[in-house]
């Protein structure tokens, strides 16, 4: 058995990543996961410490946290790793990347310099199918991050959940390189239950905010669930 970290965002493809790799026989340890040493958020989710906190406890899985900032993010990201695989002898790390080849590029790089082998169980994969079985297994995520640049009215989707409501919402989508998985950035989740899960994250007060951000002398605006109040409730059987 393959002992392995899962490179976690909080949302639904890195959720299903770990959820299949774990069931093709690798050992999770931990969930790897980044935020930005300004906001301590994670980029683009807006997903904080608590919820992150909350998620490992309800997998049962400890949560392996570091700060990157944008010009040293790869030097972050490489050093968090190291510290696992001395810690833990890892041999593997699991990321729910679908179809962005300059991504996987920068994943085998990594884990090349680092020693570990990329297990992607999602790469390649028809994002259609992907979000189905997401569903058929029973998880459950809620949107908490929406790219106006790649969807108009953007509020209207915050706080929905991924059901097949949400799959009828995008049915208009098809064209224009819109992905339903959201892996151009379209739009973020935070998953809350699952089989993953022991328990399940119960949101109790929640409210929409908007935010903007400069790249490159350009501003790009999005819109986020910022949760406020939550509670894990073990979920009945």
């Known amino acids: 058995m393959k002992k392995a970290i899962a490179s976690w965002s909080s949302g639904k493809d890195s959720c299903l990543a770990c959820y299949k790799a774990i069931s093709m026989g ?7 996961n980044t935020i930005s040493n300004e906001s301590k958020r994670v980029n683009f989710h807006g997903t904080g410490r608590e919820l992150l906190n909350a998620q490992s406890e309800a997998a049962g899985i400890p949560l392996f946290q570091t700060e990157t900032a944008g010009d040293d993010y790869t030097g ?3 050093e968090g790793v190291h510290e696992l ?3 833990k002898e890892i041999s593997a790390m699991v990321f729910g990347d679908i179809h962005l080849q300059w991504h996987k590029d920068w994943i085998d790089n990594v884990c090349d310099e680092l020693g570990i082998e990329a297990v992607m169980p999602l ?3 028809n994002s259609d199918e992907i979000i189905r079985e997401f569903m058929d297994h029973g998880f459950e995520a809620v949107v908490v991050g929406v790219s106006e640049t790649h969807i108009k009215n953007g509020e209207e989707l915050i706080g929905k959940w991924i059901d097949d409501e949400f799959m009828d919402y995008f049915k208009d989508y098809g064209s224009g390189g819109f ?3 959201g892996e151009n950035g379209e739009y973020h989740t935070l998953v809350t239950n699952g089989p993953l899960f022991r328990k399940k994250i119960n949101i109790l007060e929640a409210e929409k905010v908007y935010r903007e951000s400069e790249h490159d002398g350009k501003i790009y605006g999005n819109w986020f669930l910022d949760i406020k109040k939550f509670e894990l409730i073990i979920p009945p059987q």
């Open 26 to 32: 690798c050992e999770v340890e931990y969930l790897f």
């Open 76 to 78: 972050k990201f490489k």
């Open 85 to 87: 695989i001395e810690k």
């Open 123 to 125: 790469w390649n994969r």
């Open 179 to 181: 992905d339903i998985c």
